[in-house]
Nanobody, 124 residues
Framework: QVQLAESGGGLVQAGGSLRLSCAAS????????MGWFRQAPGKEREFVAA????????YYQESMKGRFTISRDNALNTVYLQMNSLKPEDTAVYYC?????????????????WGQGTQVTVSS
């Protein structure tokens, strides 16, 4: 059974940084694409970034480029989201997700497994 566990969320002031982690277990993920999504109160869940576990190639929502960086550590089976220059509008629950088809996709329904999410709150 695939399990994804996010951590690293918290409260940070605007301009600050956070690094989120997603520990994956229960499967060999070498062919998967791992994604980060976020959901702000009253809004739909939106795509943030994705990474190919096998190649390390990355894909970002355009508005996230330059501030957010996705990476992975194969030995630890962990995916990270480094978030810099945070803004109050980045406040959301951040979710880790896994796509077993191994393709870069941005729609929520295309991902097969999800974590429980971690809250990120950015104060102004």
């Amino acid at each position: 059974q695939v399990q994804l566990a996010e951590s690293g969320g918290g409260l940070v002031q605007a301009g600050g940084s956070l690094r989120l982690s997603c520990a994956a277990s229960g499967r060999t993920f070498s062919r998967y694409v791992m994604g980060w999504f976020r959901q702000a109160p009253g809004k739909e869940r939106e795509f943030v970034a994705a990474i190919s576990w096998r190649t390390g190639s990355t894909y970002y929502q355009e508005s996230m480029k330059g501030r957010f960086t996705i990476s992975r550590d194969n030995a630890l089976n962990t995916v990270y989201l480094q978030m810099n220059s945070l803004k109050p509008e980045d406040t959301a629950v951040y979710y880790c997700a896994a796509d077993q088809d191994g393709r870069f996709r941005t729609a929520v329904y295309e991902y097969d497994y999800w974590g429980q999410g971690t809250q990120v709150t950015v104060s102004s």
